[in-house]
């Protein structure tokens, strides 16, 4: 996945001159009291972990010692976070806030251009603002040819209901953001809260960047940043995941592969944006589990079919493996069948009790059917057939534990 | 009839001499697609299977009238490519790649709207006329087996699940007048109501299949269209995805559009506002056909 961690983000941002509060980051309870420490005493101790919500999570605290910044360090370096267990901390300035406000930038598929959020009512989720004050979100669509410019944006906070000089202080802090959501080819910022302080200075008092996954070929730095800490967005890679990924990157340009591994037990190896939907959809309204998430982009198949088969199936407790592509393109069945023949002679399946159910057709099918025939346990299908009558198939025999056979 | 393409369409490739276009210019002309000219930067006066292919949109212009390009061009150069046909003032543009960045998705939309010109995709397989002409990779190697001329029209987020569709339509004896790919991708040009309104002022086409996806608000703008008057044919509707609302575990899609995000595009909202604007769902796949069925009665009856 595609989110920078904080330290990053506040870079990002600060690289742009959206001011940003002194930070430093920590491995260790030492680390984190050295930087208390010069950071004169007080600061804020965020997990450095890719997933948002970290406050409710009890990942973030304030502490206004050294020794105090040790002890939460500890805690909270031995904390998981949404899936992530917590390895490094970011340490920031405290700083002295009089007023929050909520701040991001997206892209509004409806309007199909960028949009700039604002919300007065800072420090909450957008969820949260969405769902019990929606009047209090504005949005600004920026038309993304002309670029959005500070006069825009002060009019827009003033109309939010913010007075006229912090309104223009919070629009400078806008469109330096809007030079990075540009700039980095980001999907999403957040700046929440952006806050106001005492001082009558305007700050991001945090910084969430995800940038877009389709153009990190154009990205070379960023895409550096993201590495493992990040997981699979959801949590850190298991095993098999970091297996597959080994696999694709074998050449990461041909038959690029999606893959995350669940809690179920049928191998959900059926590819296709939307047939990769409906079929999942399909074997849970059957009753069934699937145990991955799968597409593969077409290309010669052949070599990663055949390890991707094989890794999958080594899963523990596997019940059944269903693949499949929608029978309506140019890719090649007789190359993807090709490495999945292969993979399956050197695994010696026990069919009984790993049913292996196929679905494909299109270039090379009749090839790839005569290949399938070499194996004698695989139920192969055709345009025949629909994802829902495989999808049912391969349910029934997963959880017949193989006795009863077609 | 149908919309978009048809057997007269007169059909620009851009990137016509690279793999992707080697490949599907013979399925397209074999299908009857009249592919007149081709673009490829730096390959000006080549041909390909006879075509001839210019180094810019700007000279094909010159030798050709052109209704439609099709981009055949890698994701990262889709944005160029887009421009160029776009300030040639080419009135439709397929851009079939994957993985454009969104940056460059909303550019390209931008400068399109502004000269008036409609973008399908990215991230679209293409469209299809049954027996009239194809653009992209719908289809196939066999497109006879998946389309025939007929009264449904489809338009679907994902150029898989609509061949689909018109394959168990084809299967069941009912045909489609037009197959449009609109893409998977979260900016895309033309979405649902774009395509529903050519539907509607198309003589042929007697209702409408629409395969939608989460996130977005695209089907919830079709159920306002449709309710509104805008499409007044039947609708059969299907929007998997319903598993994955409350679900924090990642989707089962590669789809950058199909995501629910500050909850918009949850399909059970989807679904509940095209039923109440009359439109027949399809909870799985083998309702689909009854239910065209069932609309091609009811507009038969009206």
């Not at chain 1, 208390?36 to 206004?64: D, Q, T, Y």
């Not at chain 1, 806050?195 to 990205?219: M, T, W």
């Not at chain 1, 999945?340 to 090379?364: F, M, N, S, T, W």
């Not at chain 2, 002409?133 to 006879?144: F, I, L, M, R, S």
């Amino acid at each position: 996945m595609s989110r920078l961690l904080e330290n990053d983000s506040l870079d990002l941002l600060a690289h742009y001159r959206v001011p940003v509060p002194a930070y430093g980051t920590a491995e260790t309870p030492d680390e984190a009291a050295s930087i208390v420490e010069k950071l004169g005493g007080r600061a804020v101790l965020k997990a450095l972990v890719p997933a948002g919500k970290r406050g409710l999570a009890g990942a973030v605290r304030f502490v206004s010692s050294s020794g105090e910044a040790e002890d939460e360090a500890r805690r909270i370096l031995g904390m998981t976070v949404r899936y992530f267990p917590v390895k490094r901390l970011i340490i920031m300035e405290t700083l002295e806030i009089r007023r929050e406000f909520f701040f991001s930038i997206t892209f509004d598929p409806t309007r199909k251009c960028p949009v700039v959020l604002f919300s007065p009512t800072g420090g909450v989720d957008i969820e949260e603002i969405t769902a019990e004050r929606p009047e209090h979100l504005f949005e600004l669509p920026v038309n993304i040819i002309r670029g959005l410019e500070v006069y825009q944006c002060t009019d827009f906070i003033e109309t939010s209901g913010v007075e006229s000089g912090l309104a223009l202080k919070c629009a400078r802090a806008a469109q330096s953001a809007y030079q990075a959501f540009r700039a980095a080819d980001s999907r999403m910022i957040e700046i929440n809260p952006l806050a106001e302080l005492v001082n009558g200075e305007v700050i991001a008092g945090s910084g969430a960047v995800i940038l877009d996954e389709q153009a990190l070929f154009r990205q070379p730095e960023l895409k550096k940043k993201l590495g493992k800490e990040q997981g699979n967005g959801w949590r850190p890679l298991t095993e098999l995941e970091n297996c597959i990924r080994k696999i694709d990157s074998i050449d990461p340009h041909v038959c690029a592969i999606r893959f995350n591994e669940l809690d179920g037990d049928i191998a959900f190896l059926v590819s296709g944006g939307g047939y990769g939907l409906s079929s999942f959809e399909q074997i849970i309204r059957e009753g069934g589990r699937p145990a991955t998430t799968f597409d593969i982009t077409p290309g010669p198949f052949e070599e990663k079919m055949f390890r991707i088969v094989k890794a999958v199936c080594k899963m523990p407790g596997l019940r059944g493996m269903v693949l499949s592509a929608n029978v309506s393109n140019f890719a090649r069945v007789d190359r993807r069948v090709a490495g999945i023949v292969r993979a399956l002679k050197e695994l010696d399946i026990d069919y009984k009790h790993l049913p292996v159910i196929v679905r494909y057709d299109g270039p090379g099918a009749d090839d790839a059917r005569k290949m399938m025939a070499e194996v004698p346990g695989p139920e192969m299908y055709g345009a025949e057939s629909t994802l829902e009558d495989i999808c049912k198939r391969i349910v029934e025999r997963s959880y017949d534990n193989g006795v009863k056979q077609q | 009839m149908s919309i978009l393409l048809d057997k007269n369409t007169r059909v620009l490739v851009q990137g016509a001499t690279g793999g992707e276009a080697r490949r599907l210019i013979p399925t397209m002309v074999d299908y009857g697609t009249k592919v007149v000219a081709g673009v490829s930067l730096g390959h000006g006066g080549e041909e390909i299977f006879g075509i001839p292919v210019y180094g810019s949109v700007a000279d094909s212009l010159r030798n050709h009238e052109i209704d439609l390009s099709v981009l055949f061009v890698p994701a990262r150069f889709s944005r160029d490519a887009a421009l160029e046909a776009i300030d040639g003032g080419i009135p439709v543009i397929n851009v079939v790649a994957e993985g454009v960045p969104h940056h460059d998705a909303c550019e390209i939309i931008a400068r399109a709207n502004k000269a008036d010109v409609m973008i399908v995709g990215p991230n679209s397989q293409g469209m299809l006329s049954p027996g009239q002409a194809k653009v992209g990779g719908t289809g196939g190697e066999v497109p006879d087996l998946m389309f025939q001329p007929g009264p449904v029209g489809i338009v679907s987020r994902s150029g898989g699940m609509g061949a689909e569709i018109s394959l168990a339509l084809t299967r069941a004896g009912i045909g489609q007048s037009t197959y449009i790919a609109i893409g998977g991708d979260l900016i895309i040009g033309a979405t649902f109501v774009e395509i529903l309104a050519l539907f509607e002022a198309d003589g042929e086409t007697k209702c409408a299949v629409m395969f939608g996806e989460p996130g977005t608000a695209r089907e919830e703008q079709a159920a306002e269209f449709i309710a509104s008057g805008g499409f007044s044919k039947p609708v059969v509707a299907m929007i998997p995805g319903e598993f994955l609302e409350n679900r924090d575990a990642p989707a089962p899609t590669s789809h950058t559009g199909a995501l629910i995000e500050r909850g918009i595009g949850a399909p059970s909202e989807k679904k509940r506002l095209l039923r109440a604007a009359g439109a027949l769902i399809a909870e799985k796949f083998s309702d689909i056909v009854p239910l065209v069925r069932e609309a091609l009665e009811n507009s038969a009856s009206d």
